[in-house]
């Protein structure tokens, strides 16, 4: 049972009572609270364990521990948030909530973060839940294990640990929400990158069955890498380590010389060109079927899209876009070929978009490959539940970032007011596709429609921050910038 206790809200668990704080507009907030038992010890890599009760009040006035993680590299971290906590209770997750009482049978968002499976956590200021308790939602933020603790392959491991951990989260939800003034047949669980690959496999992990009914993939498609991209990152460390590639001997080594060694394989890692790096595998105990698949057979209600230039996230901090517009038509080339493409789809595009240049060219094309192309194929396929998509053009006041990976999550959340979201955003991002944007996720979390028709395979996306129809998707004509001291290369 739910009740103010003496100044400070307090919700019942299974695991015993939690004492959070009132935040603005009288919602309340709790933090850090534990919904599976500290990864240490012999419990590093082994699946989720329920966390041990407690006797009393716990206090969740602060966030929890972050899972172990290795930082941005500087021209990445000046755009993104990464806040690190220490401890072992990485396990842990928060609740925003109107009204903590069991009776009210709220709406329930579970944020799942992205960070490519390495980074990452629900303790980025970018995340709030206040803007969605305001209106009506109960929105819960998890952490979970990450890298070669979440992710690597190993023979006396279980796979996909860090998708096991999602689940415990949820499990907790089914479990506990109630005690929020959550409704726990009222779930929907949504993502961006990372966050929505896997949400893609929660799509199709049977332990994940009837835990939520609708979902939200934010620039990330379902996907189950080859097991030897991974099993590669694994080999790398085991060598800079000088043990066996096992998780006992991982364990024996220590984290912090775990994190060095994932440091390193990291720099030699290229998610995006197809070279080795940590993700979900397909897995008989775990996710036995390819997640694309399954997804296309949910009955989850889906809304699924996509930012119009996610590229120049990638390439503009690095100074990838300089060296492929060097490249020209050798850039395109490459692209093509790793797209998948044939040359009428290249000559296409080109007449769509005239006006673009070599590297944004090959980034539309890899993006098509990565992003656009299976979640069109997902949301065209499915006869069983509708499929919403969108696309967000508005770009960054940053010069370079254009409508870039990741931009969006500020308007999604409402929370541009937050310094941090000015990092990617720029100055004066507009309040009114904030507002837009939020009100269309709390209205799917509620009733199952964004406001606007389910996609039926043909037409244009519902756009945000650009014009409906009568222009190419992603195109670059006269972005407007707004100069700021974060200039990229």
């Keep these: 049972m739910s009740a103010a206790g003496g100044d400070r809200p307090r919700a019942g668990t299974r695991y015993g009572t939690v004492e959070g704080r009132w935040g603005s507009g009288g919602t309340a907030v709790f933090r850090g609270i534990p919904y599976a038992a500290p990864p240490v010890g012999v419990r590093l890599f082994a699946a989720p364990a329920p966390p041990d009760p407690w006797d009393g009040v716990r206090d969740a006035g602060a966030f929890g521990a972050t899972a172990p993680k290795v930082p941005y590299p500087d021209t990445f971290a000046a755009l993104l948030s990464d806040p690190v906590i220490e401890g072992d209770d990485c396990l842990n997750l928060n609740v925003w909530t109107p009204d903590p009482d069991p009776a009210a049978r709220l709406p329930v968002m579970v944020w799942i973060h992205g960070g490519a499976h390495t980074r990452g956590s629900s303790a980025v200021p ?117 043990v066996p590639a096992t998780a006992a001997a991982f364990a024996a080594a220590g984290p912090s010389a775990l994190l060095t060694a994932q440091a390193a394989v990291l720099r030699r890692s290229s998610p995006v ?31 699924v899209g996509w930012t119009s230039q996610e590229h120049r996230l990638w390439l503009a901090p690095t100074g990838g876009m300089r060296t492929l517009d060097r490249l020209g038509p050798l850039a395109v080339a490459l692209a093509r070929a790793r797209s998948g ?128 129809q009568g222009e190419a998707l992603g195109s670059e004509r006269e972005l407007p910038v707004v100069a700021t001291p974060r200039v990229l290369p």
């Design 126 to 242: 970018v995340y709030d839940g206040s803007a969605f308790a305001r209106d009506g939602v109960v929105l819960v933020s998890i952490n979970f294990r990450l890298g070669v603790l979440g992710y690597g392959l190993f023979p006396d491991a279980p796979a996909n640990r860090g998708l096991l951990d999602q689940i415990a989260a949820l499990e907790w939800v089914r479990d506990n929400i109630a005690g929020f003034g959550g409704d726990p047949g009222r779930v929907t669980v949504f993502g961006e990158s990372a966050g929505a690959i896997s949400i893609g496999a929660l799509l199709a992990a049977p332990r994940a069955r009837g835990l939520f009914r609708r979902a939200v993939l934010q620039s990330g498609a379902p996907e189950a890498l080859p097991r030897d991209r991974v099993r590669t990152m694994v080999r790398r460390m085991a060598s800079l380590l000088k």
């Design 341 to 468: 493409k044939d040359r009428a789809a290249v000559r296409a595009l080109r007449t769509a978009l005239p006006d673009l240049g070599p590297a944004d060219l090959a980034g539309h094309l890899l993006t098509d490959r990565l992003l656009r192309d299976p979640l069109r194929r997902l949301a065209g396929a499915r006869r069983t539940a509708p499929s919403h998509l969108y696309e967000f053009r508005w770009p960054s006041g940053v010069p370079g970032l254009g409508a870039c990976h990741a931009l969006e999550l500020g308007f999604v959340f409402d929370t541009l007011g937050v310094p941090e979201s000015s990092w990617l955003a720029g100055p004066d991002a507009p309040q009114h596709l904030a507002d837009e944007m939020h009100a269309a996720w709390v209205r799917f979390a509620t009733v199952g429609d964004p406001g606007w028709a389910p996609w039926d395979g043909n037409g244009p996306p519902k756009v945000f921050g650009g014009p409906e």
């Design 273 to 303: 060109l197809g070279g080795a790096a940590f993700g979900l595998v397909v897995d008989p105990d775990t996710l036995p079927v390819d997640p694309l698949e399954a997804a296309t057979a949910s009955e989850a209600a889906l809304l």
